[in-house]
Structure formats: structure tokens, C-alpha cells
């Protein structure tokens, strides 16, 4: 399962963990960090990046806040993080691993944002070797 910070990925998170729950298997959170992040120069420049040591930061603050959130579950919960451009080391993560399927939340962007900033969800699908499961985000309601 492939993480991030927001809403839609969380409810993908407890999609898989609901499915993981039914079958007894075990669920392996994922975020990717950059390797080349570079510092970035001024807020106002809007060029900004974090380094590599507080990208790793927020990784891991990432995936144990969902793991914290999961705890209700019966199931065994893990956490990778993974080095590279985003959709290409998640796959080489689910190429290494072979998990039996992959939960990603999908946030239904209007078309236009969606061809400026690209779709994770839509190239992962594109190169996973394993099946993907994607939790859209009209399909849940934040109650």
C-alpha cells in the first residue's frame, strides 16, 4: 500500500487494512523520498525543498501515523520507506516483494490539474506487476 498524507490515502489505508483483515494477511505501508532532493533557496521563490534528512522526517511520520491509526486492527502492520522518483521506486519496491495486491487513494482531480501535475495513482497502475486497487475519493464520505 502506497501512502501519503492525504484524506484519500487514508481511506485507502483502511481499505486494505479492511481486506487485509478478512484474509489474515499482513499490510506493508509504503512512501517513496526523493534521493536528490536538493535545498531549496527562499519561501518567496516558491522553489523551496527539504532536504533529504527532513524528507525522511516526513516519511516516517507518514507511515507511522497511519500505522498509529490502524491499531484497531487484527492484522500485522509493516513500514518501508523506498528511494527514487516516486511511482518508479514503489515499483521496484512491489517488484523486489510481490505483494498479492496494492491499495492507492486516486483524488479525482479536474482533468486539467490532473495533466499539469500528472497521476501517481494512473502510473502505478500503468507499471505495477501486481494488481492495484484504487480508492477513489468519491467513493467515501468523511463523517
Known sequence: MSVDQSDVSTAAVHEAA??????GAALTLVHSV???IVPGRSESDGLVRESLAEA???AWHILNSHKVE????????ST???YGS??????EYLESNRPEAVYIGHRDLPSRQEQLEGSFAKRLIGKSPVP???????QYVTV
Open 34 to 36: 526523493q534521493r536528490d
Open 70 to 77: 490502524l491499531s484497531d486492527y487484527d492484522i500485522p502492520i
Open 18 to 23: 479492511t481486506r487485509a483483515e478478512e484474509v
Open 56 to 58: 525522511e522526517d516526513r
Open 86 to 91: 516516486g511511482v518508479d521506486a514503489v515499483v
Open 80 to 82: 518501508e520507506m523506498v
Open 132 to 138: 492495484v486497487t484504487v480508492v477513489r475519493k468519491s
